[in-house]
């Protein structure tokens, strides 16, 4: 009698699920405008955003009027598909926030935007002169859930919108453009790209993050990433060039690609560096933080001097005592910079010391930028050359 029962409710409970569920927000695939890129810039009314702090009112009338943001969406035409691709077309709206940009779209568009297919989040620079602002905006992508965590997010030198507009010669649209971009910096240690979910939790959990930059050469039509924007406290404080960004892979133990080069025996010597190992010693000296970063790198001579004998074990080892002092230079360079002007630790200790040494960081954990800045750093790197060329 008791299976019985049980088998009773359970049947009832499937009957309730199958029967008593349903799409809540159904809407057909003809009636969805599928979202490929989003550019966020500062309006023409941004600068008086501190007209709402300041009004008493709880329902500011001037919202209307306020367009603070420009924001553009980009969008496959759907009429000019051709090869399993098509051109992209993009619509333009000025509102108050994120969430009245979505509502004006929709409210002038035949169809309902969906972000589920969305690559590129894409920010003007000029808006990060403006903190709070990008604070709602975070917020807004932080709660929304159609917003996919695995979508690149960039900073464009100048409007965001010029950029989603952008028709390049290669590809059909700039989603597919950029993103190529970015796995072929990866590749060659230019940048590291930074994905919706990395971005905000770099911002929650230190307040800063990396983000790369974009900028257009409007001469030759194209597109680089060049360089790095540091943001710290929802605002840009300063750039990394290619060069720093390469050297702040080394530092964090993820070089898969790019070179070094030096001059060994007046001729430039290329290292084309493969893979990247870093370890970290913590230590306490005189209520300082005291990190040696020991890095290994491994690679191949790309070029060297016609008269030099690389199957020499000496010949071989002075090149890499060569690269290891470069190397070792540049790495200092960059702790310095990071520590005098940015005050900011980019390479990862700060995450390091709360994972392998909690005791250590409750100590630090609500003065890190200055206990990072009184710290000392050593860097120990050791270039390991497996290759030397196919001809000898």
Same mark, same amino acid.
């Given at each position: 009698?008791?299976?019985?029962?049980? %088998? %009773?409710?359970?049947?009832?409970?499937?009957?309730?699920?199958?029967?008593?569920?349903?799409?809540?927000?159904?809407?057909?695939?003809?009636?969805?405008? %599928?979202?490929?890129?989003?550019?966020?810039?500062?309006?023409?009314?941004?600068?008086?955003?501190?007209?709402?702090?300041?009004?008493?009112?709880?329902?500011?009338?001037?919202?209307?009027?306020?367009?603070?943001?420009?924001?553009?969406?980009?969008?496959?035409?759907?009429?000019?598909?051709?090869? @399993?691709?098509?051109?992209?077309?993009?619509?333009?709206?000025?509102?108050?926030?994120?969430?009245?940009?979505?509502?004006?779209?929709?409210?002038?568009?035949?169809?309902?935007?969906?972000?589920?297919?969305?690559?590129?989040?894409?920010?003007?620079?000029?808006?990060?002169?403006?903190?709070?602002?990008?604070?709602?905006?975070?917020?807004?992508?932080?709660?929304?859930?159609?917003?996919?965590?695995?979508?690149?997010?960039?900073?464009?030198?100048?409007?965001?919108?010029?950029?989603?507009? %952008?028709?390049?010669?290669?590809?059909?649209?700039?989603?597919?453009?950029?993103?190529?971009?970015?796995?072929?910096?990866?590749?060659?240690?230019?940048?590291?790209?930074?994905?919706?979910?990395?971005?905000?939790?770099?911002?929650?959990?230190?307040?800063?993050?990396?983000?790369?930059?974009?900028?257009?050469?409007?001469?030759?039509?194209?597109?680089?990433?060049?360089?790095? @924007?540091?943001?710290?406290?929802?605002?840009?404080?300063?750039?990394?060039?290619?060069?720093?960004?390469?050297?702040?892979?080394?530092?964090?133990?993820?070089?898969?690609?790019?070179?070094?080069?030096?001059?060994?025996?007046?001729?430039?010597?290329?290292?084309?560096?493969?893979?990247?190992?870093?370890?970290?010693?913590? @230590?306490?000296?005189?209520?300082?933080?005291?990190?040696?970063?020991?890095?290994?790198?491994?690679?191949?001579?790309?070029?060297?001097?016609?008269?030099?004998?690389?199957?020499?074990?000496?010949?071989?080892?002075?090149?890499?005592?060569?690269?290891?002092?470069?190397?070792?230079?540049?790495?200092?360079?960059?702790?310095?910079?990071?520590?005098?002007?940015?005050?900011?630790?980019?390479?990862?200790?700060?995450?390091?010391?709360?994972?392998?040494?909690?005791?250590?960081?409750?100590?630090?954990?609500?003065?890190?930028?200055?206990?990072?800045?009184?710290?000392?750093?050593?860097?120990?790197?050791?270039?390991?050359?497996?290759?030397?060329?196919?001809?000898?």
């Amino acid at each position: 009698m008791r299976i019985l029962k049980n %088998f %009773f409710v359970i049947m009832l409970t499937c009957l309730c699920c199958i029967f008593m569920s349903g799409c809540w927000d159904k809407v057909e695939i003809d009636r969805k405008i %599928f979202v490929l890129g989003v550019g966020v810039d500062a309006g023409k009314d941004i600068k008086k955003e501190d007209i709402i702090k300041s009004s008493p009112l709880q329902f500011p009338k001037t919202e209307e009027e306020m367009k603070r943001l420009k924001v553009t969406y980009s969008f496959p035409d759907l009429k000019k598909i051709k090869e @399993a691709t098509a051109e992209t077309e993009s619509i333009t709206v000025d509102a108050y926030s994120l969430s009245a940009a979505n509502n004006e779209v929709n409210s002038i568009s035949s169809r309902t935007l969906y972000m589920g297919h969305s690559k590129l989040l894409l920010f003007g620079s000029e808006l990060f002169q403006y903190k709070d602002t990008v604070k709602e905006i975070i917020d807004y992508i932080e709660r929304h859930p159609a917003f996919s965590r695995n979508i690149y997010v960039l900073v464009c030198d100048g409007k965001a919108e010029q950029y989603i507009k %952008f028709k390049p010669t290669i590809e059909k649209n700039i989603e597919a453009y950029v993103i190529g971009l970015i796995d072929n910096n990866e590749k060659n240690g230019i940048i590291q790209g930074l994905t919706l979910n990395e971005f905000l939790l770099n911002l929650s959990g230190n307040g800063s993050s990396m983000m790369p930059m974009i900028s257009m050469d409007k001469e030759n039509n194209e597109i680089k990433i060049a360089k790095t @924007a540091i943001v710290k406290d929802y605002k840009i404080i300063g750039e990394l060039s290619k060069e720093d960004m390469n050297t702040l892979q080394i530092m964090k133990g993820k070089m898969q690609g790019g070179n070094r080069v030096i001059i060994y025996k007046k001729h430039p010597m290329d290292y084309i560096i493969d893979g990247s190992e870093r370890k970290i010693k913590f @230590a306490k000296k005189n209520d300082k933080m005291v990190f040696n970063i020991n890095i290994k790198l491994e690679g191949r001579i790309d070029s060297h001097g016609m008269n030099m004998n690389l199957l020499s074990k000496d010949e071989v080892e002075n090149i890499e005592k060569g690269f290891d002092k470069v190397i070792k230079d540049q790495c200092q360079r960059f702790i310095e910079v990071s520590k005098e002007k940015y005050k900011s630790d980019f390479i990862g200790l700060k995450e390091y010391v709360k994972k392998y040494h909690p005791k250590d960081f409750k100590e630090v954990e609500d003065n890190w930028d200055e206990a990072f800045v009184n710290s000392i750093i050593n860097i120990n790197v050791e270039s390991d050359i497996r290759r030397i060329g196919v001809t000898r």
